[in-house]
């Protein structure tokens, strides 16, 4: 398995206050991701990070942030929690391999704003 | 944008095999992945096609088919631990290696 961990692994937070999950990576790979997945959605891409400081926007990132300042840990910030973004959030890392850039995933942070 | 279309859900007898499939319209195709995932658990990987035709993986086979649009995931010897929910996913050109998701089939096996 990929060395991807995330934290914290459960949260629960009230509305309006910021939130940081974090992602870190013991494979070096030079891309990583942020998903948000809720029932009949699927997984959505929140921002992405094609190296360190190099960051891009997803299909749904209003409402977040991203930094990536090493290799190995790439942060997401709610900047001010709204119930919207109640979901379970998973990162993701790939690079090239012998079947393309698969990605592989986090645990997840299972995320409640109440 | 990119428009991913797979069945919400089936049902299959253990030992039997299963195809699900996958239809997608997309500018800039790069390549079609498909993932594994468990009820409470992270997806993961299976399988990746960027070719036209039939990539085997022990009990599991993923085909595609650009000029259509279509991918098929192929499921043989069923067993119960196999039901999960199985995601396809395509990449397009353009940088970052973004992949984007349909909603998932929900496999269900059954005695």
């Known amino acids: 398995d990929a060395g991807i961990t995330q934290s914290p692994r459960h949260k629960v937070t009230e509305t309006g206050t910021p939130v940081t999950l974090r992602c870190h990576q013991t494979?070096?790979?030079?891309?990583m991701y942020w998903y948000r997945q809720d029932p009949g959605h699927g997984l959505r891409l929140i921002h992405y990070?094609?190296?360190?400081?190099?960051?891009d926007k997803g299909e749904v990132s209003d409402g977040y942030s991203v930094s990536r300042s090493k290799t190995e840990d790439f942060l997401l910030t709610l900047e001010s929690a709204t119930s919207s973004q109640t979901s379970v959030y998973f990162c993701a890392i790939s690079d090239l391999s012998g079947s393309g850039y698969e990605q592989y995933f986090g645990p997840g942070t299972r995320l409640t704003v109440t | 944008g990119q428009n991913i279309d797979q069945p919400t859900e089936m049902t299959a007898t253990e030992g039997a095999i299963v195809q699900i499939n996958c239809t997608y319209q997309?500018?800039?195709?790069?390549?079609l992945f498909w993932y594994q995932q468990h009820a409470g658990e992270a997806p993961t990987f299976l399988s990746y096609?960027?070719?036209?035709g039939l990539e085997e993986k022990g009990r599991f086979s993923s085909f595609l088919s650009r000029s259509k649009g279509y991918s098929y995931l192929l499921l043989k010897e069923l067993q119960m631990k196999d039901s999960a929910s199985y995601l396809c996913?395509?990449?397009?050109?353009?940088?970052?290696?973004?992949?984007?998701f349909g909603t998932g089939t929900q496999l269900k096996v059954e005695l």
């Open positions: 997309t500018s800039g195709f790069n390549g």
């Open positions: 494979e070096n790979h030079r891309y």
């Open positions: 996913a395509v990449s397009v050109t353009g940088g970052g290696n973004k992949l984007t």
């Open positions: 990070s094609y190296g360190v400081k190099d960051t």
């Open positions: 096609n960027v070719l036209d």
